[in-house]
Nanobody
Framework: QVQLVQSGGGWVQPGGSLNLSCAAS????????TAWFRQAPDPEKAREGL???????GSTYYDDSVKGRFTISKASAVYLEMNDLKPEDTAIYYC??????????WGQGTQVTVSS
């Protein structure tokens, strides 16, 4: 059974840091492009892509909203290091793995809350 299992997240004050992990079961991460998304509390806002690692060459890309603050990496799992967090970063965060065949898998989601 293919699963992406997330861990990390929680509550932090503005300016703080949190780390997210996404472990794969039944899925060889080396064969997949990987990414982190988030869903803000506002139901009118679409799920937002934050960062990704391209399978072919390991290049990383970031949305402007998190560039310079968040870092995506991949080893035995996929990670998202989040620094200088802001209240507007409050959301449910999801990891995603997708291959060239179009198979796409999602983690279960992790709440990140940034408030004082």
């Amino acid at each position: 059974q293919v699963q992406l299992v997330q861990s990390g997240g929680g509550w932090v004050q503005p300016g703080g840091s949190l780390n997210l992990s996404c472990a794969a079961s039944g899925l060889p991460l080396d064969n997949y492009g990987t990414a982190w998304f988030r869903q803000a509390p506002d139901p009118e806002k679409a799920r937002e892509g934050l960062a990704c690692i391209v399978k072919s060459d390991g290049s990383t890309y970031y949305d402007d909203s998190v560039k310079g603050r968040f870092t995506i990496s991949k080893a035995s799992a996929v990670y998202l290091e989040m620094n200088d967090l802001k209240p507007e970063d409050t959301a449910i965060y999801y990891c995603n793995a997708k291959n060239l065949g179009g198979w796409s898998y999602w983690g279960q989601g992790t709440q990140v809350t940034v408030s004082s």
